[in-house]
């Protein structure tokens, strides 16, 4: 069975920093999808990125962007210019090319102002 | 253009009554699942359910839950003889189809309190 690992339960920026937000995942499969969701307080979760496996090139999307260490099995999201509206959770997901996701247990971030 | 909803948005019921959750998904949408989130915590599957396949009940933690998706649309999630440990809020969340590219799309969840 896949799973998904984020060591970081809790992780705190100051407004404008770059913070990195880690995740490690266990397959045996060599084509499958990473995501990044996002639950701020009180609301509904929404994809933050996503990255295909067999893509070399690591995803962005305005100021977010992963590091995809495919050997390593290793998927970070890093925050740059954090915003007061980036505080969340953050949640790593692992999707096969059929079937259902595997979540990781989720990174609460607090940005400073 | 309608999201994910679900309903009712909070529910406050006494140990032992039953429960039923209700999750419409987006128009068009084939995968639909069923998750449980206890406070400040991640989230742990419970059963999904993709076209016309046979559910993935997997995660389901008892016999006291039970879960069907009616015409391929709305899905009801059922909580018999409800337990305090149950308390939490239940998300559902549907996408295209099950796996591959396709994201999830989440309702604002269903916030479950047995007294």
């Known amino acids: 069975a896949q799973t998904v690992t984020q060591s970081q339960p809790e992780m705190s920026v100051q407004e404008a920093e770059t913070v990195t937000l880690s995740c490690t995942y266990d397959?045996?499969?060599?084509?499958?999808?990473l995501f990044w969701y996002k639950q701020p307080p009180s609301r509904q979760m929404i994809l933050v990125i996503r990255?295909?496996?067999?893509?070399?090139q690591n995803a962005t999307e305005n100021r977010f962007s992963v590091n995809f260490q495919k050997a390593a099995k290793s998927f970070s999201l890093k925050i740059s210019d954090s915003q007061l509206g980036d505080a969340a959770m953050y949640f790593c997901a692992y999707q096969p090319n059929a079937g259902k996701s595997t979540f990781g247990d989720g990174t609460t971030l607090t940005v400073k102002p | 253009g309608a999201g994910v909803s679900q309903s009712p948005s909070n529910k406050v019921t006494e140990k032992g009554k039953d429960v039923e959750l209700r999750c419409d998904p987006i128009s068009g949408h084939t995968a639909l699942y069923w998750y449980r989130q206890s406070l400040g915590q991640g989230l742990e599957f419970l059963i999904y359910?993709?076209?016309?396949?046979?559910?993935?009940k997997s995660g389901l933690p008892s016999d006291r839950f039970s879960a069907e998706r009616t015409g391929g649309s709305v899905s009801t999630l059922t909580i018999q003889r409800t337990q305090q440990e149950d308390s939490a809020v239940y998300l559902c969340?549907?996408?295209?189809?099950?796996?591959?590219?396709?994201?999830?799309?989440f309702g604002p969840g269903t916030r479950l309190t047995v007294l």
């Open positions: 990255q295909e496996a067999y893509k070399q």
């Open positions: 359910f993709q076209g016309n396949s046979a559910p993935d």
């Open positions: 969340a549907s996408s295209l189809r099950s796996g591959g590219y396709n994201e999830q799309f």
């Open positions: 397959t045996s499969e060599s084509d499958y999808y």
